[in-house]
């Protein structure tokens, strides 16, 4: 078993190994180029539980490229390996940061809103001591989109795949909301101000400098935990609620253990299955919830003791996140990534100020819609949904 890095080239040579660790889009590359073996058989032999574990489509099982909304929650369709690591956006606090501006932070469903976040912004930025209420950054995956999805946004894509939703009103609000926290409200850093703000850490949050950080760390704190130490105390957050009042949603994405055509080949499709199952089941993914590097991807595990004991605090509430019926993947496709990194470089400008948020956001639109008329999905199919969202 090993990581993407190296694995394409390693496939080529003959020397792929028998379990990968593979992101989506990898996934379906593999799959179309006949690199991964579907282990369903194998699975009813093992005895696995659907239901135990939290699932994205298409990571590791072939559903049509389903773009549904709601997405399935259920492991389901012909299966090439199973999950192991799962990363979702969320919210920590520096709480020690919040006591000495006489902030209380949010400990209850449906304790704050967007607007009670712009004034404990305000209460927790002070350019003496050179503080910030959050830190807001173009983060796709950690910020802005659940936060569009928070507010409403179903999904970032027509049914059809053939442009992008960024004209919908609650996705500007969105946008705009995170950006002016920078621009104009000036109650986090800058891009350009970050590197200072962080000073010898390796993110303003760890430096003691942000009072909310919307963000990946919340599923990651065991990489947060030996850079922060004992300089201050922090906490995991509920979501605050969007200005349409929205369902709270995360973005989900999935690196799971895929089993290759080389098991086959050297008569090891058994052993290596049996592999992703043990690194996905309640034991491993137990010792997950402890080290704290990803989430776990075992509803057992991600609840266990061990799981959500201090520090930080608030551990909690990291199952409440991935059992919110509302989360979204990224609604994967073939061509995403290079999507994906034009639309970060276009939707740049409006964090900048070369253009205004409004602006950046119409720029995405257009790239999204020129880019998709281009694209043609797996096998020349259309994504799969079960019922009309954005027709």
Known sequence: ?????????????????????????AFLSFLT????????????????VKEDYYFVPDTYTWNDLDHSYPASRLMQGPQFGMPFQIEISGFVANATLAEVAGVRLPDSENAWTWADWSELDAKMTDPEAGTFGT???????????????????KKPFDDGLTKTMFDQPEALEAWEFLISKATVHRTSPTH???????????NPFAAGKIGIWPGGRAFSTGY????????????????PVAIRGGAPAHLVTETPNLVSSSATRDGLEEQATALAVYLAGEEFQGRVGIERGHMPVHKAAIGAPTSVAPPPDGMHWLKVYADRP????????GSWWEWWQHNQT??????????????????????????????????????????????
């Not at 350009?192 to 390796?202: I, Q």
């Not at 509302?326 to 496709?333: E, G, P």
Request: aromatic residues 10%.
């Open 326 to 333: 509302a989360n979204r993947s990224r609604y994967y496709f």
């Open 33 to 48: 180029e006949d690199r991964l073996v579907e282990i369903s058989s194998l699975l009813r032999q093992s005895n696995v």
């Open 346 to 391: 276009l939707g740049h400008e409006g964090w900048t100020g070369e253009q205004t948020p409004a602006e950046a956001l119409e720029a995405c639109q257009a790239w999204g819609i020129k880019h998709l008329a281009e694209y043609q999905g797996p096998g020349g199919r259309e994504p799969f949904v079960r019922e009309p969202v954005y027709p």
């Open 1 to 25: 078993m090993e990581p993407e890095d190296g694995v394409p080239t390693r496939f080529v040579a003959g020397t792929a190994p028998h379990l990968a660790q593979l992101q989506e889009g």
């Open 192 to 202: 350009d101000e970050t590197p200072a703000v962080s000073g010898e850490h390796s």
């Open 224 to 239: 947060g935990l030996p850079k922060i130490k004992q300089r201050f105390r922090w906490t995991l957050l509920p979501e």
């Open 135 to 153: 830190w807001a950054r173009q983060d796709y995956h950690r910020q802005y989109m659940p936060l569009m999805h928070s507010n409403g946004l």
